[in-house]
């Protein structure tokens, strides 16, 4: 396909309402060197496409405590800035105290944010809210470096193996154990490797 006519079905998609920035882990799909895809993993840089943090997720993300939003507000330079949604999830603006904002999409955190410059005498506010840096994502288990990383756009359990430096030599590599948000507890279900990742998971490898 030429470069002209791929510019075109990028400019018709409406999967592309939002900026998406492309991850550099397209080539897990295409081996190249006949290794399979659970050892190839480990050699997948543990970068992040500039921009990605920004990314909407099709405006369904809910925020929670970790994450770290931008909140700009017309004519009020000294409240537009950035803040973390705190371990009781709520931002703390100055003059405006702690506003909720655990649970909201970043257009509900908006609407908030308006409403309590409109208690504090502002008319007329306009907030726009994005999310700067999302919460990081835990993986744990048969990997050679466990803890905390990035989230990514797109991300996948395979993506956080290889940005974790990959498996161990007693690691299974054809599934992995997910923590599972709910209202009645959390849950630990398995999940394949090409199955999507959400922040603040929690992804298990086991070994054997």
Not at 78 to 106: H, K, Q, W
Request: hydrophobic content about 40%; glycine content about 10%.
């Amino acid at each position: 396909m030429r470069p002209s006519c791929f510019l075109l079905l990028l400019l018709a998609s409406p999967a592309l309402g939002a900026c998406v920035w492309q991850t550099p882990f397209a080539a897990l799909s295409t081996p190249t060197d006949g290794r399979s895809s659970a050892n190839r993993v480990a050699h997948v840089p543990a970068t992040v496409a500039p921009g990605g943090a920004a990314v909407e997720l099709n405006g369904a993300y809910r925020l929670d405590s970790g994450d770290r939003i931008r909140v700009v507000v017309s004519g009020q330079d000294a409240l537009s800035n950035s803040y973390d949604v705190n371990v009781g999830g709520a931002i703390e603006i100055p003059t405006l105290g702690a506003i909720s904002a655990r649970g909201l999409n970043t257009t509900q955190l908006s609407g908030a944010i308006v409403r309590r410059l409109k208690q504090n005498n502002v008319r007329e506010p306009h907030v726009a809210v994005q999310v700067e840096t999302f919460r990081p994502v835990s993986i744990q288990g048969g990997v050679a470096n466990p803890g905390q990383y990035p989230y990514v756009v797109n991300m996948t359990p395979e993506i956080a193996v290889g940005m974790a430096g990959g498996f161990t030599p007693r690691a299974d590599k054809s599934t992995v154990i997910m923590r599972d948000k709910n209202p009645d507890g959390d849950a630990l279900v398995p999940a394949p490797l090409s199955g999507p990742v959400r922040p603040g998971d929690t992804i298990t490898v086991m070994e054997r």
